[in-house]
């Protein structure tokens, strides 16, 4: 298939922006400046100023003697790249390549996507009166190489069309600048007299290399097609992905499930067919004002159930704003995983209905309150009660170890170890009473001590000497004295947990 | 209600026309149309075969019939911390039989404080519990009636302060479709309201259970309260968990419901 590709250039791009935020300005001169070496330097030019003589690079200085009441407002160097983006993001809607070509324009591969639109012409047309429409000067041409495309929408007719291998013949009355040449090399061309590409293009390649360097070959080379010429997307292309355009923007919550139900169904044939399932989901409603809203899931285990997906989509909906109307719906699975019919068997008493069923359960409460809220514990090989288990990295993850079950353990164990009064009658032995909140228990029944060291590769201090007691009223405590007994100091208790 | 007046006329007309039947074929009869009763109220009895709590001793007694209604919401209260660890203890005794037979439990909580190794004692394996930790009451009844409505699950705890009439109906409505067993943990309600569970609990801790001359601390034992059992007999157990059982430490207890039977106003 012939490649084709559109160039759009916005001459005016951030003044445009200005006027668009400040109506009050369209019409008016005014210039963005920046300050540079010590003075004012304008970067950006208006329409109307640009009339008056002003351009681009002059001293601020200098142009007011030439137009004194001009506006002078600030100049953004990073403005130009986000606002680029943003009217990349845009094009999403003509085509999913779309690549922003900093500082003033943007180049779209709309290989096999102009039919939609009923021919170039009018795919053209639809986008240069969208962006008028929207506020912006554009200039835009089609061709088969990006090269042609940049070339013609900069230097040739505005809204030009080259026709399918007529790129030479495009190029020759164009200027050398129409090559995106470094300017050093523009100048020396113009003081050669190589006013237009035709002076100079049949000229032996080593002649111009050797005047000009490698770069204009280069460029001779993308401009016809003969070296590639790659354009970094705005977006990655999501190898799953649907569209559903609307007829007439939609507003209402119904016929955003309509779409959502339609989209779905095509994508998990399409999953089911490749034996695959996904394990992130983004569904984006494209405004008519140009926003962009998404909502996004993600499943434990690769699934391709579509009444599954569509409940946990559902829960989201109530984030899409509609504004004035969603004209283009898009489904993404940027996240797959091949899903085969059978699976290994995830724990021995569950068969595979359970599991399925409890995976969705479990992406509807993650795609509620976060997938950080659900947790499955896995001995960890510590002692340090602590440390005694770790985070299950998935559903299906099973123990290296055992449960340890030698040693009591308590049904709640505290945090941080809460600090008690105790009354100990003889060293190393349960105490007799301890005082926690004010209330006195009086120890009825010990275990103990059982000595817990600290992993000193972790972390430095004292042992603890844990026991398990009992109170008057059958109340359970696990409690722990923190280091060695010895005369010259006094000893801190800790309650660590309760038992059942 | 008025199905149960019902049901007791029809009672008496069957006693009235099969007067020379023996009185065992009565007691069946009466047996049959009570479970009728607690079936139209909304919940299926068990059959005995496939309910993994069929035996639970003496308390078997108070249920209504006969036997510890699964699929059905149990509310525990507890109002400090020892009694909760109880509580939990014996919730976990309960899961623990009925995950014999399924997989899986769902637990529920705002800022857990369970220990997942001290499971082990109560006959579950940690790592077959899935712990969800949310941090409003909000989040926590959506997630628990998400859980319940979900009848792969072994059954689900829900550890929540405060929950309301229409909460909890919520709840019952999602346990009678998927027959799920649900355990309501409230730790320091800041109000007991009527609510729609099939019963409500009260476990304490009691001094451990040890056989005479040996030291240290022996089996867990609590004081087990049933409050409330919709269709059944409130009564009070002392009991110890021992090798995967329930041992009753005084089997001489008297429940409310043996007096009323004794002065027969039952």
């Given at each position: 298939m012939v490649k084709r590709y559109v160039a759009i250039w916005f001459p005016y791009l951030l003044t445009d922006r200005l006027a668009i935020r400040q109506p009050e300005l369209r019409g008016e001169p005014f210039v963005l400046t920046m300050a540079e070496k010590?003075?004012?330097?304008?970067?950006?030019?208006?329409?109307?100023?640009?009339?008056?003589?002003?351009?681009?690079?002059?001293?601020?200085?200098?142009?007011?003697?030439?137009?004194?009441?001009?506006?002078?407002?600030?100049?953004?160097?990073?403005?130009?790249?986000?606002?680029?983006?943003?009217?990349?993001?845009?094009?999403?809607?003509?085509?999913?390549?779309?690549?922003?070509?900093?500082?003033?324009?943007?180049?779209?591969?709309?290989?096999?996507?102009?039919?939609?639109?009923?021919?170039e012409g009018y795919y053209l047309k639809e986008i240069t009166t969208k962006m008028k429409a929207g506020g912006y000067h554009v200039r835009a041409a089609m061709a088969d190489t990006p090269?042609?495309?940049?070339?013609?929408?900069?230097?040739?007719?505005?809204?030009?069309?080259?026709?399918?291998?007529?790129?030479?013949?495009?190029?020759?009355?164009?200027?050398?600048?129409a090559l995106r040449l470094d300017d050093a090399?523009?100048?020396?061309?113009?003081?050669?007299?190589?006013?237009?590409?035709?002076?100079?293009?049949?000229?032996?390649a080593t002649t111009l290399r050797r005047r000009f360097g490698q770069q204009l070959l280069d460029r001779i080379g993308q401009a016809l097609g003969t070296s590639p010429e790659y354009l970094e997307p705005v977006c990655p292309v999501v190898v799953y992905q649907e569209r559903l355009p609307c007829m007439e923007p939609v507003r209402t919550r119904k016929a955003i499930e309509l779409a959502l139900d339609n989209l779905l169904e095509t994508l998990t044939a399409r999953l089911f067919k490749e034996g695959q399932g996904l394990r992130k989901a983004v569904f984006k409603s494209f405004r008519m004002d140009g926003k962009v809203q998404e909502i996004a899931i993600g499943t434990n285990r690769p699934s391709r159930d579509r009444?599954?997906?569509?409940?946990?989509?559902?829960?989201?909906?109530?984030?899409?704003?509609?504004?004035?109307?969603?004209?283009?719906?898009?489904?993404?699975?940027?996240?797959?995983?091949?899903?085969?019919?059978e699976q290994e068997r995830l724990w021995n008493k569950d068969n595979a209905f359970d599991r399925v069923e409890i995976g969705h359960l479990l992406d509807r409460i993650a795609g509620r309150v976060g997938e950080e809220s659900i947790r499955r514990y896995l001995p960890d090989e510590h002692h340090w009660p602590?440390?005694?288990?770790?985070?299950?990295?998935?559903?299906?993850?099973?123990?290296?170890?055992?449960?340890?079950?030698?040693?009591?353990?308590?049904?709640?164990?505290?945090?941080?170890?809460?600090?008690?009064?105790?009354?100990?009658?003889?060293?190393?032995?349960?105490?007799?009473l301890f005082r926690y909140k004010g209330e006195t228990h009086m120890i009825k029944k010990a275990d103990g001590p059982e000595r817990i060291e600290r992993e000193w590769w972790m972390d430095q201090g004292e042992h603890r000497d844990y026991y398990y007691v009992e109170d008057e009223k059958g109340r359970r405590y696990w409690l722990f004295r923190l280091g060695h007994y010895s005369d010259d100091r006094s000893h801190q208790w800790y309650l660590h947990g309760y038992f059942a | 209600?008025?199905?149960?007046?019902?049901?007791?006329?029809?009672?008496?007309?069957?006693?009235?026309?099969?007067?020379?039947?023996?009185?065992?074929?009565?007691?069946?009869?009466?047996?049959?149309?009570?479970?009728?009763?607690?079936?139209?109220?909304?919940?299926?009895?068990?059959?005995?075969?496939?309910?993994?709590?069929?035996?639970?001793?003496?308390?078997?007694?108070?249920?209504?019939?006969?036997?510890?209604?699964?699929?059905?919401?149990?509310?525990?209260?507890?109002?400090?911390?020892?009694?909760?660890?109880?509580?939990?203890?014996?919730?976990?005794?309960?899961?623990?039989?009925?995950?014999?037979?399924?997989?899986?439990?769902?637990?529920?909580?705002?800022?857990?404080?369970?220990?997942?190794?001290?499971?082990?004692?109560?006959?579950?394996?940690?790592?077959?519990?899935?712990?969800?930790q949310v941090s409003r009451e909000k989040d926590?009844?959506?997630?628990?009636?998400?859980?319940?409505?979900?009848?792969?699950?072994?059954?689900?705890?829900?550890?929540?302060?405060?929950?309301?009439?229409?909460?909890?109906?919520?709840?019952?409505?999602?346990?009678?479709?998927?027959?799920?067993?649900?355990?309501?943990?409230?730790?320091r309600p800041r109000r007991i309201e009527n609510v729609a569970c099939v019963s409500r609990w009260y476990i304490r801790p009691l001094p451990s259970s040890s056989d005479p001359g040996l030291p240290g601390i022996g089996r867990p034992a609590w004081q087990v309260e049933l409050q409330k059992i919709r269709n059944g007999k409130p009564g009070t157990w002392q009991i110890c968990w021992a090798a995967g059982q329930f041992h009753y430490l005084d089997a001489q207890v008297v429940t409310k419901g043996d007096v009323y039977a004794q002065t027969g106003t039952w």
């Open positions: 010590g003075r004012m330097l304008i970067r950006a030019v208006s329409p109307e100023a640009e009339a008056e003589g002003i351009k681009e690079n002059m001293v601020l200085a200098d142009a007011k003697a030439l137009f004194p009441n001009l506006l002078v407002f600030d100049f953004d160097a990073a403005m130009s790249e986000k606002l680029l983006r943003r009217l990349g993001e845009w094009c999403l809607r003509y085509t999913p390549l779309v690549s922003v070509d900093v500082p003033d324009g943007l180049l779209l591969d709309v290989s096999g996507c102009t039919h939609l639109w009923k021919g090269g042609i495309a940049w070339a013609v929408s900069r230097y040739g007719k505005e809204g030009q069309i080259i026709a399918e291998g007529e790129l030479l013949m495009a190029l020759l009355p164009l200027p050398p600048a090399v523009t100048q020396r061309m113009y003081k050669l007299g190589m006013r237009k590409v035709r002076d100079f293009i049949h000229l032996p009444q599954h997906l569509f409940r946990l989509f559902n829960e989201k909906i109530a984030h899409i704003a509609p504004g004035l109307g969603i004209e283009l719906f898009v489904l993404e699975a940027p996240v797959v995983e091949e899903l085969h019919m602590e440390r005694g288990v770790k985070r299950a990295a998935s559903l299906e993850e099973q123990p290296s170890i055992s449960w340890p079950t030698e040693r009591p353990r308590p049904t709640q164990l505290l945090t941080i170890p809460q600090p008690i009064e105790v009354t100990v009658p003889i060293p190393d032995y349960p105490p007799m | 209600m008025n199905f149960c007046l019902d049901a007791n006329t029809q009672v008496c007309e069957y006693a009235k026309n099969e007067d020379m039947e023996g009185l065992l074929d009565k007691k069946h009869r009466i047996e049959e149309l009570r479970r009728m009763i607690v079936a139209a109220e909304g919940f299926v009895v068990p059959s005995d075969l496939n309910n993994p709590l069929s035996d639970l001793g003496l308390m078997d007694k108070s249920f209504p019939t006969g036997i510890f209604p699964i699929g059905a919401i149990h509310e525990f209260v507890s109002s400090d911390a020892a009694a909760a660890a109880s509580s939990s203890g014996f919730i976990s005794c309960l899961m623990g039989m009925l995950m014999k037979q399924k997989g899986l439990c769902v637990w529920v909580s705002i800022g857990n404080k369970l220990y997942p190794p001290s499971l082990t004692g109560f006959g579950i394996d940690p790592d077959r519990v899935i712990f969800i926590a009844l959506w997630a628990i009636e998400e859980a319940l409505k979900c009848p792969s699950l072994a059954g689900v705890v829900g550890e929540i302060r405060d929950m309301d009439l229409t909460a909890s109906r919520r709840l019952q409505l999602a346990v009678e479709q998927s027959r799920v067993t649900g355990f309501l943990h409230r730790y």
